[in-house]
C-alpha cells in the first residue's frame, strides 16, 4: 500500500541539468532513509545518492560534486538534482524508501517504477 513515483526525468545534453522528484503515498508509519539508484543497458543497479530523515547524504564517487540530494519531509518527497550530466549517467533512475508500516514490524525498502534519464553528447 505504499507508493513512489519518480518524475522529472527526460532528453539533455551533456553539460545541462535535470532535477528527479519522488514522492511516497500511502499508509505508512515512518520513511527513513531515501535514495536514488540507476541501472543501465547491461549494468547492475547501483547506488547514485541516498539521504536520511535528518538530511545525511550519501553519494556514489562518480557523482560527487555534481548530483545534490535532499527531502521534504513534509511532502514525503526526495528530489535528486544533477548538474553537469554526462553520457554516462544514462539510466533509468528508480527512487527507494526505507519505510516502516506499522509499530511491529522492521522497515522494508520500497522502490518507484523509475524514470528514464538520457544524455546526449
Known amino acids: 500500500q505504499v507508493q513512489l513515483v519518480e518524475s522529472g526525468g527526460g532528453l539533455v545534453q551533456a553539460g545541462e541539468s535535470l532535477t528527479l522528484s519522488c514522492a511516497a503515498s500511502?499508509?505508512?508509519?515512518?520513511?527513513?532513509?531515501m535514495g536514488w539508484y540507476r541501472q543501465a543497458p547491461g549494468k547492475l543497479r547501483e547506488l547514485v545518492a541516498t539521504?536520511?530523515?535528518?538530511?545525511?547524504?550519501n553519494y556514489a564517487d562518480s557523482v560527487k560534486g555534481r548530483f545534490t540530494v535532499s527531502r521534504d519531509n513534509a511532502k514525503n518527497t526526495v528530489y535528486l538534482q544533477m548538474n553537469s550530466l554526462k553520457p554516462e549517467d544514462t539510466a533509468v533512475y528508480y527512487c527507494?524508501?526505507?519505510?516502516?508500516?506499522?509499530?511491529?514490524?522492521?522497515?522494508?525498502?520500497?522502490w518507484g517504477q523509475g524514470t528514464q534519464v538520457t544524455v546526449s553528447s
Open positions: 527507494n524508501g526505507d519505510v516502516k508500516i506499522d509499530w511491529r514490524s522492521a522497515s522494508r525498502d520500497y
Open positions: 500511502g499508509i505508512y508509519i515512518r520513511i527513513n532513509s
Open positions: 539521504v536520511s530523515r535528518t538530511s545525511d547524504t
